[in-house]
């Protein structure tokens, strides 16, 4: 997209009678030499390589935060289970076997 730009760009600007058509015209001479150029491949690449580092450290900033909701349910869980144990033990104890005398 941006190279496409840049090429109609510099076709507009070496039609034109201007100080920068022939710099236009040679641009376009070697526009694919430039664009497909070592540098230019090697900056794309550490484009990329920037952007799926940041993907993975985005990713394990999420893994990290499920794995410490995961330990805290299970927390809660056995809490719960401990709290309906206490809770029918409880209400075991509290049951008279005869009612009280008045």
């Known amino acids: 997209m941006a190279e496409e730009t840049l090429l109609e760009t510099l076709k507009i600007v070496e039609m034109e009678d201007c100080v920068y058509s022939a710099t236009a015209k040679r641009l376009i ?3 694919n030499e430039m664009i497909n150029s070592f540098d230019a491949q090697k900056f794309w690449d550490s484009l990329n390589v920037r952007e799926e580092k940041s993907k993975t450290q985005t990713a394990q900033v999420i893994l990290q935060e499920k794995e410490e909701q995961n330990a805290c349910q299970v927390r809660i869980g056995a809490l719960d289970a401990n ?20």
Request: cysteine-free; glycine content about 8%.
């Open 83 to 102: 709290i309906q144990k206490l809770t029918r033990k409880r209400q075991g104890e509290e049951l008279p076997s005869t009612p009280p005398n008045k």
């Open 29 to 31: 001479g070697h526009f």
